[in-house]
């Protein structure tokens, strides 16, 4: 198909739950200190999902500020696409609670797994649906309450992660801006690494499950921790070159927030100084899917972008995928 439109984002909103959970806290949960967790992830605290919120509730909020911030009506969008590793349910997808919550009624609807790189893939695909003409406003959500699989008393994962979800517009942009380039890839070798093993068609939930926490995430921290190493600089190289950009002109780079370790060894590779680097780790731990458009929605907010920058996204993830796009800013 060949191409019609440019395509970039029209607008972006983000929400995380109000409750707090602090390193102290989990120092009274499991056998960790607030010192290991900064040292070893750079995160202090993660913000959790009341009992009765679940992803779509988050996906719906962050989809209303984005809508607004847009200026698009629910009843104009063709198509709604969630990222999520922590579906309300294995289906309906989330996307279609959220086109019900948001009256979407002309929106199509699908649940996109990347794991952490989801947004990232979302925002690939949605580009491609505005490029070619069939679409005019997709909205593509990453959202996550990860704390509902979460096992509370596994030290190497609940450090980790915190709940949140980021949204945002996808449309027509002036010729030059938006969409660049990307680079998508995926290493089914690693799945392992990085699982919620039981409840599907391969071990499907019984007592015995329940009873070997199989329902949670297993992850063998330090693999997944090699493979982000290798895979945030190549792919944010791949996505550049991709865009014929070289990596001197990034103006903003806006990793996929899990570990402070992985994202100054990326930007190390990629020679940007820490200064076009966002890092918001610190207060939201890795929110997976949402980690990347809610770090750009706080980037935004804070007028660290303006029209024109050139603005590179990297994630890493489950699967394992990694997903890098790069975009021409294009909103005022
Ligand atoms: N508190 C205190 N000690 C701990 C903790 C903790 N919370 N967790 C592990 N340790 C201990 C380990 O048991 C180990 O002890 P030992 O040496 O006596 O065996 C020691 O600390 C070092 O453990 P490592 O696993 O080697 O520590 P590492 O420096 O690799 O850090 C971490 C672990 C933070 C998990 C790191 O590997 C990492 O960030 N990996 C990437 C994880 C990630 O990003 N996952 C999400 C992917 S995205 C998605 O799709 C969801």
């Given at each position: 198909m060949s191409k019609i439109y440019a395509a970039g984002i029209l607008g972006i909103g983000c929400y995380v739950p109000e409750k707090i959970l602090t390193n102290h806290d989990l120092e009274k949960m499991v056998d960790t200190s607030n010192e290991w967790i900064i040292e070893r992830t750079g995160i202090k605290t993660r913000h959790i999902a009341a009992p009765e919120q679940a992803t779509s509730d988050l996906a719906t909020?962050?989809?209303q500020r984005a809508l607004q911030s847009a200026n698009v009506k629910a009843e104009d969008l063709d198509l709604i696409i969630v990222a999520t590793a922590s579906p309300d349910m294995a289906f309906?997808?989330?996307?279609?609670?959220?086109?019900?919550?948001?009256?979407?009624?002309?929106a199509a609807a699908f649940d996109l797994s990347a794991g952490c790189s989801g947004f990232v893939y979302s925002l690939t695909v949605a580009?491609?649906?505005i490029v070619s003409g069939l679409y005019k406003n997709?909205?593509?959500?990453?959202a996550e309450a990860l704390s509902k699989i979460m096992n509370w008393k596994d030290r190497n994962t609940c450090i980790l992660f915190g709940d949140g979800a980021g949204a945002a517009v996808i449309g027509r942009v002036e010729d030059g801006y938006g969409t660049l380039g990307f680079n998508l890839g995926a290493d089914g070798s690693g799945g392992h690494t990085l699982c919620q093993p039981a409840g599907g068609s391969r071990i499907p939930a019984s007592l015995e499950t329940v009873e070997k926490d199989m329902h949670?995430?297993?992850?063998?921290?330090?693999?997944?921790?090699?493979?982000a190493i290798k895979v945030m600089g190549e792919a944010a190289n791949a996505?550049?070159?991709?865009?014929?950009?070289?990596?001197n002109e990034v103006d903003l780079f806006v990793p996929h927030q899990a570990n402070i370790r992985i994202i100054n060894s990326a930007a190390k590779r990629l020679g940007l100084s820490m200064d076009k680097v966002v890092v918001n780790l610190e207060k939201y731990g890795n929110t997976s899917a949402a980690s990347i458009p809610i770090a750009l929605c706080e980037a935004l907010e804070q007028g660290r972008i303006k029209k024109g920058d050139n603005v590179a996204l990297v994630g890493f993830g489950a699967g394992l995928t990694w997903a890098a796009c790069v975009l021409?800013?294009?909103?005022?």
């Open positions: 909020i962050a989809a309906p997808s989330t996307a279609c609670l959220v086109q019900e919550n948001i009256k979407a009624t002309k580009s491609q649906m997709i909205l593509i959500i990453g949670y995430i297993h992850m063998s921290g330090n693999e997944v921790f090699k493979f996505a550049l070159q991709a865009a014929n950009i070289s990596a021409k800013w294009s909103m005022e």
